[in-house]
């Protein structure tokens, strides 16, 4: 008998589901949150089951995770986020040690045993200069895609410097620079090196071992990864798997877990 289950990261910015079946991933998706989750949610799950084949009676387990957990009307097994981050790190890469995820709004550094237990972490969701969404207003400011940030930040000259490491006052100092006639390349240099810092200051205050993996969607920004490896000293993994959904990795699997109690 197939053995097919579904998990869940639902999370104030975007929504990962992910289709495991047979412990490998069949299928998944990623979409921003939008309003009414309740219905965006049911409406998404099953866009990506139909890209699957799979029937939602095929489902055996579903756990899930996130700010929005509580809109998922399906039968579901409610998981700790630091949790299924790094049960779904160590899952894609089982030499993982140090998990730095980097979302929306927030970032977390968590310490992992052999087995992808977390034993430590920390976490910053009080200033999204280390997020995707202080990216995202930077992308906004100077017209640019945020998938053009990272490549855009590698052919600068030089990077400017950022002395402000809150995002609202960043987007200022950006807006700044500007009008100061600086190119749109040095400028990006100067975020991703400054959101790369930031991170790498939560990572410290953990304590990097090896391997070092980041997840989430800032770890698509190829310069700030570059600038957390120059701060830290420490290669940085990716995931081989889109970095947004190893949350929800982690969260179909630990609901896998409670069937074999």
């Known amino acids: 008998m197939k053995m097919i289950g579904m998990g869940c ?3 104030t910015s975007a929504t990962k589901i992910v289709i495991m079946k047979d412990g490998t991933v069949a299928g998944y998706g990623v979409t921003l949150t939008k309003d009414k989750p309740d219905q965006a949610i049911e409406k998404f799950i099953n866009k990506v089951l139909s890209n699957t084949g799979i029937s939602l009676s095929d489902i055996k387990y579903c756990g899930s995770t996130g700010w929005g957990t509580k809109f998922l009307s399906l039968d579901h097994s409610e998981e700790s986020l630091i949790k299924c981050l790094s049960k779904g790190a160590h899952w894609t890469v089982p030499t993982a040690r140090t998990v730095i995820d980097a979302g929306g709004l927030s970032s977390t550094a968590i310490s992992v045993n052999e087995k992808g237990k977390p034993m430590e972490y920390r976490l910053n969701d009080k200033c999204a200069s280390g997020s995707g969404r202080f990216l995202e207003m930077v992308a906004e400011a100077l017209e640019l895609k945020i998938e053009e940030i990272g490549p855009l930040s590698l052919s600068a000259k030089e990077r400017v410097h950022m ?8 987007e200022s100092e950006v807006i700044a620079h500007v009008n100061a006639g600086r190119e749109v390349a040095d400028i990006v240099a ?29 770890a698509k920004n190829v310069a700030v990864v570059k600038a957390l490896e120059e701060s830290i000293g420490v290669e940085v993994k990716i995931t081989y798997f889109d970095s947004q959904i190893v949350g929800a990795i982690g969260a179909a699997l630990c609901a896998q877990a409670r069937l074999k109690v």
């Open 163 to 170: 002395t402000s490491q809150c995002a609202v006052f960043g």
């Open 190 to 218: 100067g975020v991703t090196y400054s959101v790369g810092l930031g991170l790498s200051t939560l990572v410290k205050r953990l304590g990097v071992q090896r391997d070092c993996v980041m997840t989430g969607g800032v």
């Open 9 to 11: 990261d639902i999370g």
